[in-house]
């Protein structure tokens, strides 16, 4: 591959080393000017006890900036007296205590990496996880460095009328003529990656919040003027956030108050920078006609998890970013948790389910397989993935499913007692849970070491005479990137065994004296063991893996009878929802085999009967019936696949939605009209369990094509009172030319709400409508799109690649092209974004041969090019090693 520097090189968790010096305190003033900002930085150090080389030099991270002037203990250092290159400044003869002041320059308006310090429609924003503070100033930028922050910001008074930073506001007043300034002091250490900085013109929504403890809280939002009217979902969240952590694990907010600043050009969600999270807008704005249901539970999540994220992540810190998913794992955990207390746990957990499955199984069975705590990287921003994330958060869920909820509390409590103020190590976490609780988690620390999705294959065996039923349980784990072989994990398997009556049995182990009933959990430590239950009366229908207990593949040969009988009466909801799946799965498998081959397809009858008795019972929680009847991912179908044809699965899928539309025509046809009442709009679990079953009716209604059907979504769409009903019906006509009428006003209506034009991109780029590829081309020619806005970037070009794998996998190579194209293109402006989209390559290997051959010279034709980030560097050379 070429490139123009020398090619990146891994950084590995083995050779960590503890930083030469400390940071005790650190004063920043900003002088903030759109071409060229100043900034001043004073740093107190002393020379690290614990670094073994007593005389090592002090080596600062810094980058595309420009130096003015070094001072040591008040003296100003010569040229000779220090080093710089691109990555640093290393500056060899400091004392065992000293006090530094850097001056550099840095350029806000030429930075579109949206790393670091830069502008957004006018207003400055920082950003500075992973490695961004490198690039405001030259600092030892490493999480295991925390020090003391004070902040001085100088700007035009009118320009820039509000002036943000960590912690508490302590003084402000006139600098100059045209300019003023505000001191903020964050008393808490930190380390520099949540550190940030906004000034502008923006509005604030306020409230407060009275913690448990009784001290006053003041909460601000701040948002651009437009936007105040779409802040009160987002408010609500925030005080639903504090009361839960206090109530759930006795946290509470540390600061006088607590900032969300809401940006249009951003990275990702949302960061939690200690007092001042800055928020995407598409996690804080919401009013019911511009945002659907989706985007309010998203909004509540996101809010929830930066607010957690301020005693796990922030008071309890990471020694270093391979240890990314302590903090990330952890904090998705609570706020899966606060969702499913907030709405239906169910729901929630098997969202979350679908989420893992196709997204970080995929990512486990291809070239970036990583455990939750990888062992190198090359950047670190191509990190912060499902795995860390989604795995990292299922591997907390495996504690408190094998420590039990009391279990759990007392080691969250031993690890803040222990590490509060500190950066740590997931096995720091692990030691917390094990000491808490006196138990031995030594083999679960593979959890965090080995990659891959393990196999859990289970064989069950009833004995009549014996009344035993005997489960056989064996384990493996595919290998993975560096990982050839993999030792047992140590595997919570929640069950239950479900009579023909529908209702669970009595569990008791040979040799145990008791019986539990309904679920229980199994260790599973072996690769091969044996668990015999006694006294069972009955023959019973085994219910595996119960609320989803541990992120493995399951492999059982459960009957098309068994499903039926689990769909219709398991106690447990995820396992209700997994029957409806797998016996669909199982459909889907065939068809899609049928339609590679050119045979006739054919969908079983058992299927739609069993979706009809499903439909026509009334006590099931309309959510969990919607997701019942949403069809897998084609993602997820394609890695089910031992060879991927993307228009086969396409097939299938048309073919099945058509075959359940068809057999249940009455059925949806009746509940779309019960559930279609006209209510005002309310953001209630209730309201959104029916919204979701009226328009999954809807999208199955419409399928069948008949110009009455069509026009129950025109109607829908014409009448929304609400964006989640208009979005909906939109979603159904954007399939078909009788649309194009409502998708040309849906434009026109919104065309200055950015977010909402956000989802016109996204539906017409995941549209199953022929020639999507060329259609994504001429919309990026739209006013409304920009290739420097990361949100606009995900739902047109990310619609395509990530969301629609017959659109994006077209056979004429089409769809690669465009992707190494607009790859390339963005790696110049955003290499973080660019690196995300190269991710639409990773299953190329598993591509039919044609396409294979096409998407490998599309990766080939990306590799070529000089001068690629390190970002997009990585992800390539993973996929062509
Ligand atoms: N911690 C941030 C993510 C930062 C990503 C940097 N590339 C948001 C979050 O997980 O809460
Ligand atoms: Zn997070």
Not at 102 to 122: D, R
Not at 435 to 464: C, E, I, K, M
Not at 703 to 717: G, I, R, S
């Amino acid at each position: 591959m070429k490139l123009d520097a020398a090619t990146p090189q891994p950084i590995y968790l083995k050779d960590y080393t503890p930083p030469a010096f400390l940071i005790d305190q650190v004063d920043l003033t900003f002088e903030l000017d759109e071409e060229a900002t100043r900034v001043t930085s004073r740093l107190v150090l002393h020379r690290n006890p614990a670094h073994p080389d007593r005389g090592a030099a002090l080596r600062l991270d810094g980058r595309e900036m420009t130096l003015e002037s070094l001072r040591l203990d008040g003296v100003a250092l010569e040229a000779d007296a220090y080093q710089l290159d691109e990555e640093s400044l290393t500056i060899a003869a400091v004392p065992d205590t000293a006090i530094l002041e850097v001056v550099t320059l840095i350029h806000p308006e030429l930075n579109t990496s949206l790393m670091g310090l830069y502008k957004s429609n006018g207003n400055f924003f920082t950003q500075c996880e992973a490695e961004g503070f490198r690039k405001i100033t030259y600092y030892l930028d490493r999480p295991d460095v925390m020090a003391r922050f004070t902040t001085t910001i100088v700007a035009d008074r009118a320009k820039y009328p509000v002036l943000l930073s960590n912690g508490n506001r302590v003084g402000d007043g006139q600098f100059d003529r045209n300019r003023h300034w505000v001191k903020w002091v964050d008393p808490f250490r930190k380390p520099a990656y949540l550190f940030a900085l906004v000034a502008g013109r923006l509005g604030k929504v306020e409230d407060s919040f009275v913690t448990a403890s009784g001290r006053a809280v003041a909460l601000e939002i701040y948002v651009e003027p437009h936007d105040l009217d779409k802040c009160a979902h987002a408010m609500n969240s925030v005080k639903k956030s504090m009361q839960w952590d206090e109530q759930v694990f006795g946290l509470e907010y540390d600061l006088d108050s607590y900032m969300i600043v809401a940006v249009s050009d951003f990275n990702m969600g949302a960061m939690e920078n200690k007092g001042l999270n800055i928020f995407n807008t598409a996690y804080v704005l919401a009013r019911p006609d511009t945002a659907t249901d989706t985007d309010f539970d998203g909004i509540e999540a996101v809010i929830a998890h930066e607010y957690f994220h301020n005693w796990t992540g922030n008071r309890v810190t990471c020694r270093d970013w391979f240890q990314l998913s302590l903090k990330e794992g952890l904090t998705v955990f609570r706020d899966q948790e606060f969702s499913a207390d907030m709405g239906s746990r169910a729901v929630k957990r098997i969202e979350d389910v679908r989420t893992l499955r196709t997204h970080q199984f995929a990512e486990d069975a291809g070239p970036m397989a990583h455990p939750v705590r990888p062992d190198s990287y090359i950047e670190i921003n191509n990190f912060y993935t499902v795995t860390i994330y989604e795995k990292g958060a299922e591997v907390v869920r495996m504690y408190h499913t094998l420590l039990g909820r009391e279990g759990f509390r007392r080691g969250m409590d031993l690890y803040f007692k222990r590490h509060d103020g500190q950066a740590v190590t997931c096995d720091d976490f692990r030691a917390a849970m094990a000491d808490a609780n006196g138990v031995d988690l030594t083999q679960f620390a593979r959890w965090y070491s080995q990659a891959g999705t393990p196999v859990l294959r289970v064989r069950g065996h009833y004995d009549a005479a014996a009344r035993t039923y005997t489960l056989d349980v064996a384990q493996s784990c595919p290998a993975t990137p560096g990982q050839p072989t993999k030792l047992p994990f140590h595997i919570p398997l929640v069950l239950g065994l479900v009579g023909p009556d529908g209702v669970d049995l009595p569990l008791r182990l040979e040799g145990e004296p008791a019986a539990a009933a309904g679920s229980r959990v199994l260790d599973v430590t072996e690769a091969e063991q044996r668990f015999v239950f006694v006294d069972v009366a009955v023959e019973p229908v085994p219910s595996l893996l119960r609320g989803f207990s541990a992120p493995v593949k399951l492999d059982y040969p459960y009957s098309r009878a068994q499903l039926v009988h689990l769909m219709a009466h398991d106690s447990d909801p995820f396992c209700r929802w997994e029957a409806a799946q797998t016996l669909l799965l199982q459909d889907l498998n065939g068809l899609i085999d049928a339609a590679r081959a050119g045979r006739p397809l054919q969908l079983a009858d058992d299927v739609v009967a069993a979706f009809r008795s499903m439909l026509a019972d009334t006590s099931l929680d309309p959510a969990l019936t919607a997701l019942m009847l949403t069809l897998p991912a084609e993602s997820y179908l394609a890695d089910q696949q031992q060879e991927i044809d993307p228009d086969a699965i396409r097939t299938a899928l048309n073919f099945v939605r058509l075959g359940l539309a068809r057999g249940l025509r009455n059925e949806l046809k009746q509940t779309y009209s019960r559930l279609n009442d006209g209510a005002a709009y309310r953001f209630t679990a209730a309201d959104v369990a029916r919204r979701s079953l009226k328009n999954v009716c809807l999208a199955y209604l419409v399928e069948l094509d008949e110009p009455a059907l069509v026009e129950l979504a025109q109607k829908q769409y014409r009448d929304a009172s609400n964006m989640t009903d208009a979005y909906a019906a939109l979603a159904c006509l954007v399939e078909r030319e009788a649309g194009d009428e409502a998708l040309a006003q849906f434009a026109s209506k919104w065309a200055d709400e950015a977010l909402v034009m956000d989802k016109w991109f996204a539906l017409q780029a995941s549209s199953r409508r022929r020639g999507t590829v060329e259609h994504v081309r001429a919309l990026l020619e739209h006013p409304s799109f920009q290739l420097t806005n990361p949100n606009k970037v995900r739902a047109l070009i990310g619609g395509l690649l990530a969301r629609n794998l017959a659109g994006f996998h077209r056979a004429d190579g089409s769809g690669y092209e465009f992707a190494a194209e607009m790859i390339l293109a963005l790696d110049k402006l955003n290499p973080q974004i660019a690196a995300r989209q190269v991710a639409s390559f990773n299953r190329w290997r598993k591509l039919e041969p044609n396409r294979r051959a096409a998407m490998k010279a599309a990766l080939e034709r990306i590799a070529a090019e000089s001068g690629l980030s390190r970002d997009v560097y990585e992800i390539v050379a993973k996929n062509l090693q």
